[in-house]
């Protein structure tokens, strides 16, 4: 078996390649070898062209020769034949960039030469003789290339696939350093959980607090109801996006209540009250450009969105929760005034506000641990799946068990 880092196996396969292929290889050198001669001797020709110009023409005709001679020279200069690195696509390269060179060489013999073909006739049929030469040999190439270089393409095209091992395994170790340090952040926050519920706890022997928690409680379900009804913010930000850049046009919206919506949309919904008019107006609006596929979402994003959307108008869900919203609200308010009066207010409102701070956070941290952790074991299954097909294709190219072992930094 063949063992090998992800580091060191592209070394090792281009010289087990090489050894592989090594007749074809070595013919491709011999064409290599003579395309470069015949480049040189091209130059060559272009150096006889000046002598010859020097002698027999005027000054004028002189700038065209120098003209001429620097065009095709820099055409040369920026043709690179393979050396080292010898494959298909470099060579494919090194083809196009020779009918790039015939091409600039007859528009601009085109454009110069009439001013003094006479003087360099001679130089002319050298010209015309290298470049049916390197005309010949750019064919040979091309042939070579379509009719034994087959399966060395295909041996070669597998190492275009390595950048995306090296890319998963890059992404598995950022998930890994995001996903540690959300760990260590939701430790941190549910131990501060912990500490202000085991204070509230003490605080909450009297009656009124106990009744407090329990409607703030019920409050607080009812808000994540209304979120995950309302949890299309992607399609939302998405279709703010668009208006704001001008790139569709949606008539009858009210661009900032489609920003505040986005910003606080239980905020918003309470404040519009019953029948929630603009908001019915927005989803109307917004099912109806995903239905067009105007916002580009992908199609299980759209899907979902506008299922979401059909079940707010079908159900009526979300309007009984918004006055349950409400009514919870002012249940809360009559409390609150209770226990301010009996002075114990402002220390449950410092208390509460904690823990509802630290609930959020903790609610975010633990989203963000889940979908990180979602997306490392993505990677993970990613990287095994592409590896074994990799090894695979390598294998059979080798013709040897081949293992591509892949070290993480952490």
Known sequence: MIEKDLEEFEEFYKEKLESQFFKLRRAIKKLLTEIRENLFEIKVCLDHFLETGKEKIDQKAQRSLNFFSDRIRKEIEEIEIPEKEINYDNMME??????RLFTSINEIARKSLPKFHKEVQAEIKELNYITRKLGKKQADLDTFLRKKYTDVRNAENFLKKLPKLFHLKDNI???????DEFKKQLEERNKKQEELNSNLLD???NELFKRLEVEK?????????????IGFKKALKKLRFELEKGTIHVPNIDLNYLRDFIKNPIKILANERKNLPKFTSLMV???HSLEENRL?????????????????FNEKQLQENIEKYLQLKDEIKEIELVIL???LAQKLDDLKNEISINTVKLEHIQNDFERKNKDYTRYLGTLKTEREEFQNSIEEIL???VKINITFSF
């Open 94 to 99: 090194l083809l196009n960039s020779i009918k």
């Open 173 to 179: 170790e950022h998930a890994k350093l995001d996903l």
């Open 203 to 205: 605080l909450e022997k």
């Open 217 to 229: 409680d019920n409050l607080f379900q009812l808000q994540l109801a209304i979120n995950d009804e």
């Open 285 to 287: 609006q917004l099912r």
């Open 296 to 312: 580009n979402l992908k199609t299980d994003t759209k899907q979902k969105t506008i299922e979401q959307i059909n079940a707010i």
């Open 341 to 343: 009066e009996a002075g």
């Open 399 to 401: 013709k040897e068990k």
